[in-house]
């Protein structure tokens, strides 16, 4: 029970702060700028059938004058594929400015939630000791591993409560924007040279899965370095700087090799875009792989702040 009053008392205090609705407020914000966006922005798509065709026309064209790069070709096929697929069985791409088309494309706002929880995880720790108030924290008979879990669970817990804020808001707002056009109720992705058909709904579940296994890993690095450094400002500068500095780091050790990155945590990120060729990179690595990766990841960082937090001495 006192693990419960814990975890309760933690989540409190995250919503009693400004920084919790601030973030609130700019969810709402970016999802109602997006769907002003889609609507301004979204193609017409009456005559999606035409449309397609001429695309299918001018990616075998590509194809078959390409010289370029394997994966290029390869890339263009399986569009290629996906495009007469739809032509044969008539089923519509998610236009961004259609309901579903619009859920699927605000999932890209998990990002900016990825942003809010890093500088979450990266301060709840470590503004305890700016305040002055870990002392006061440990000075209760709990077990300092479970102060810490509760934290790192509060987090988590937050995270999970602004992506659903995120596929409810979407929804709704799709509905408003564009409640006369509902989209297509399919997905399509190629995987192992096949097309595969799969329900929207099923796509959306798998696509926030994926979001919330890349949330929970970045919460635990953050995590981590709020444990380490008692300075709230320094924890939530190096999480942020990591965090967005993930592409340069990989880009700078690809140059020397090119195996290296896929060891690396944040290039083992977004298993769902992986599964689907969503997000092509330039090492074969298989999902079962990336989410070994993680996991290894994931251990090792919670390890760490457990034990650096279980030894450290408060008064030092």
Same mark, same amino acid.
């Given at each position: 029970?006192? =693990?419960?009053?814990?975890?309760?008392?933690?989540?409190?205090? *995250?919503?009693?702060?400004?920084?919790?609705? !601030?973030?609130?407020?700019?969810?709402?914000? +970016? @999802?109602?700028?997006?769907?002003?966006?889609?609507?301004?922005? =979204?193609?017409?798509?009456?005559?999606? %059938?035409?449309?397609?065709?001429?695309?299918?026309?001018?990616?075998?064209?590509?194809?078959?004058?390409? #010289?370029?790069?394997? /994966?290029?070709?390869?890339?263009?096929?399986?569009? $290629?594929?996906?495009?007469?697929?739809?032509? /044969?069985?008539?089923?519509?791409?998610?236009?961004?400015? @259609?309901?579903?088309?619009?859920?699927?494309?605000?999932?890209?706002?998990?990002?900016?939630?990825?942003?809010?929880?890093?500088?979450?995880?990266?301060?709840?720790?470590?503004?305890?000791?700016?305040?002055?108030?870990?002392?006061?924290?440990?000075?209760?008979?709990?077990?300092?591993?479970?102060?810490?879990?509760?934290?790192?669970?509060?987090?988590?817990?937050? =995270?999970?409560?602004?992506?659903?804020?995120?596929?409810?808001?979407?929804?709704?707002?799709?509905?408003?924007?564009?409640?006369?056009?509902?989209?297509?109720?399919?997905?399509?992705?190629?995987?192992?040279?096949?097309?595969? #058909?799969?329900? +929207?709904?099923?796509?959306?579940? %798998? &696509?926030?899965?994926?979001?919330?296994?890349? &949330?929970?890993?970045?919460?635990?690095?953050?995590?981590? &370095?709020?444990?380490?450094?008692?300075? $709230?400002?320094?924890?939530?500068?190096?999480?942020?700087? !990591?965090?967005?500095? =993930?592409?340069? *780091?990989?880009?700078?050790?690809?140059?020397?090799?090119? %195996?290296?990155?896929?060891? &690396?945590?944040?290039? $083992?990120?977004?298993?769902?875009?992986?599964? @689907?060729?969503?997000?092509?990179?330039?090492?074969?690595?298989? +999902?079962?792989?990336?989410?070994?990766?993680?996991? +290894?990841?994931?251990?090792?960082?919670?390890?760490?702040?457990?034990?650096?937090? /279980?030894?450290? #001495?408060?008064? /030092?």
């Amino acid at each position: 029970m006192r =693990g419960i009053h814990l975890l309760q008392n933690e989540i409190s205090k *995250i919503y009693k702060r400004k920084t919790f609705w !601030i973030m609130l407020g700019i969810l709402v914000a +970016v @999802t109602l700028l997006w769907a002003i966006i889609a609507m301004k922005t =979204g193609s017409d798509h009456q005559n999606w %059938q035409q449309s397609l065709q001429a695309q299918s026309q001018a990616e075998q064209s590509e194809i078959a004058k390409s #010289d370029g790069d394997p /994966e290029q070709v390869m890339d263009l096929k399986q569009q $290629n594929a996906i495009t007469k697929y739809r032509l /044969e069985h008539s089923i519509k791409p998610l236009y961004s400015n @259609t309901v579903m088309g619009f859920v699927d494309s605000s999932a890209g706002i998990a990002s900016i939630i990825s942003i809010f929880i890093v500088i979450l995880g990266g301060s709840i720790v470590s503004q305890e000791y700016s305040w002055g108030t870990m002392k006061l924290l440990l000075i209760r008979p709990l077990h300092r591993w479970k102060i810490l879990l509760s934290k790192f669970v509060s987090v988590i817990i937050i =995270g999970i409560f602004y992506l659903l804020i995120t596929f409810i808001l979407s929804f709704i707002i799709g509905l408003i924007f564009f409640g006369k056009d509902f989209g297509a109720t399919r997905f399509l992705y190629e995987h192992h040279n096949m097309v595969h #058909d799969v329900s +929207v709904f099923w796509h959306f579940l %798998q &696509l926030y899965a994926s979001n919330l296994v890349d &949330l929970i890993v970045i919460t635990a690095f953050a995590f981590m &370095l709020s444990t380490l450094f008692k300075s $709230n400002a320094l924890a939530i500068a190096l999480s942020i700087a !990591i965090y967005f500095g =993930g592409s340069l *780091i990989l880009g700078i050790i690809s140059a020397f090799n090119q %195996q290296i990155p896929k060891y &690396l945590f944040f290039f $083992n990120m977004d298993l769902y875009g992986q599964y @689907t060729n969503a997000g092509a990179s330039p090492v074969d690595t298989t +999902v079962g792989f990336s989410a070994c990766v993680l996991a +290894v990841y994931f251990i090792l960082f919670l390890l760490i702040a457990f034990l650096v937090f /279980e030894k450290r #001495d408060v008064a /030092e």
